[in-house]
């Protein structure tokens, strides 16, 4: 595709739902990642994988996130019993190797 | 713990003026140093970085400015133009880690 794409662009739950986030990267990007942005602020970085293999998960706030990309493309953030402070927008970028990333336009997270 | 601290959190400058944003790091081992631009819905996209084996970079009208004693960085946008409108982020991260670290970002309005 042309660019990083993200499904659901909104999604509302109600406190204590799971919710599962997607990424399609960029077509042939090694390296994905995912982050939080909270409303005003900065992006944190949750986790990032090189191809299929989950490198770096230091960012990810509580066992409840859990994050997989089984076959090295497609990714899906997975958020169980969600939490009033789960509430932002959630990003996902690729890169090709070690080279920019390229971010998508991001789901924003409501939790009710 | 903020690894990366930005100021001003806003700007105002009027269309023609220089919008001047300032960063500031902690962690020396940094070596990458990235300033992201984010329009409203849309996900951050990469502007211009530099690396601290030099003092400035050019790219068109924008400009970084990089201290590496001070451990501080400026972005420099020349002739600013209503299209510049957007929120800016400054990020560090170092070679061989894909974690990238940002700023809380600056909102910066021209106006005409």
């Known amino acids: 595709g042309a660019g990083v794409s993200q499904s659901p662009r909104y999604k509302v739950a109600k406190r204590g739902q799971d919710v599962a986030l997607r990424c399609d990267p960029i077509?042939?990007?090694?390296?994905l990642f995912w982050y939080q942005q909270a409303l005003g602020q900065g992006p944190e970085f949750l986790t990032y994988f090189q191809n299929e293999a989950q490198l770096d998960k230091s960012g990810l706030p509580s066992d409840r996130f859990f994050a997989e990309r089984p076959e090295g493309s497609v990714s899906t953030l997975k958020i169980q019993r969600t939490q009033q402070e789960d509430s932002a927008v959630y990003l996902c970028?690729?890169?090709?190797?070690?080279?920019?990333?390229?971010f998508g336009p991001g789901t924003r997270l409501t939790v009710t | 713990q903020q690894q990366v601290k930005q100021s001003p959190q806003s700007l105002i400058v009027q269309k023609g003026g220089i919008s001047i944003i300032n960063c500031a790091y902690e962690?020396?081992?940094?070596?990458?140093f990235p300033w992201y631009q984010q329009f409203p819905g849309k996900g951050p996209a990469l502007l211009i970085a530099?690396?601290?084996?030099?003092s400035e970079k050019k790219e068109g009208r924008f400009t970084i400015s990089f201290n590496k004693s001070a451990k501080q960085f400026s972005l420099h946008i020349m002739d600013s133009q209503p299209g510049d409108s957007a929120t800016y982020f400054c990020?560090?991260?170092?070679?061989?880690?894909?974690?990238?670290?940002f700023g809380t970002g600056t909102k910066l309005q021209v106006i005409p």
């Open positions: 530099i690396r601290p084996d030099v």
């Open positions: 990020a560090a991260s170092m070679v061989g880690y894909q974690k990238v670290t």
């Open positions: 077509s042939g990007h090694v390296s």
């Open positions: 970028a690729s890169s090709f190797d070690w080279g920019e990333q390229y």
């Open positions: 962690n020396t081992a940094f070596d990458y």
